[in-house]
């Protein structure tokens, strides 16, 4: 399978703990697009790369979320001293920057489901 | 700033009928816009994009859109609805590289 993989798929943990999840994309593709879905919602972007560089974060990313991309294959997001509020599913999208950037789908992982007690 | 708005939250459909899933958006320039749909425990899945070459546009699984600037609206359609067509479906924006998604639409099918 060469999509997009997210891990963990699921993750529970106790308020106030740190998280990270993993996000592979697929092999040529240059952007890594990070969102968050809550329940009944659409996803909210929270931050992408291209390449190893980190071009945009959302206002909706706090200073406790931190995202990273070393070597422009996977990324990582981290959530430190989590709250009830960041349960979620959080979905990795990767694309090519090449063409009409626009119109370029954007391709989907699973997504890791967060839930924090 | 660019936004989608779907106008309604649930759709519910005999099987074999018609689906029509409304979807307004905001642009200040021409925009690119997509339908989308998450089946539950799966990943999103694009459905079609409109890419401005034409304003009629078919996707995958029989399902079609059609951009009307002067309404400013992109609604999802298909002819004859199948049981494995429930599922949420998001309308989206492209903003500077990023995703705008609406609220999402669940469909439901009755048998």
């Known amino acids: 399978d060469t999509g997009v993989s997210q891990d963990p798929r699921h993750k529970i943990t106790k308020r106030g703990q740190n998280v990270t999840f993993r996000c592979d994309p697929i092999s040529e593709h240059n952007r890594l697009y990070w969102y968050r879905q809550t329940l009944g919602q659409g996803p909210e972007f929270l931050t992408y790369?291209?390449?190893?560089?980190?071009?945009?974060k959302s206002r909706l990313l706090s200073d406790r979320f931190s995202a990273e991309r070393p070597k422009g294959s996977f990324s990582t997001l981290e959530i430190q001293r989590t709250e009830q509020g960041d349960s979620a599913m959080y979905l990795c999208a990767s694309r090519t920057s090449g063409g009409q950037m626009s119109y370029n789908e954007q391709f989907f992982g699973p997504g890791t489901r967060l839930t924090v007690l | 700033a660019q936004s989608v708005t779907q106008l309604d939250s649930h759709v519910s459909v005999s099987e074999g009928t018609p689906v029509l899933l409304r979807c307004n958006y905001s642009s200040s320039y021409s925009p690119s816009l997509f339908w989308y749909v998450q089946h539950p425990n799966k990943g999103l899945q694009l459905l079609l994009k409109y890419t401005s070459a034409a304003t009629l546009v078919k996707g995958i699984n029989g399902f079609e859109a059609e951009f009307k600037k002067s309404e400013t609206s992109f609604h999802l359609t298909k002819p004859s609805a199948h049981m494995s067509d429930a599922a949420e479906y998001f309308c989206?924006?492209?903003?500077?590289?990023?995703?705008?998604f609406g609220q999402g639409t669940e469909l439901s099918v009755k048998p």
């Open positions: 790369f291209q390449n190893e560089a980190q071009l945009e």
């Open positions: 989206v924006v492209s903003g500077t590289g990023k995703l705008i």
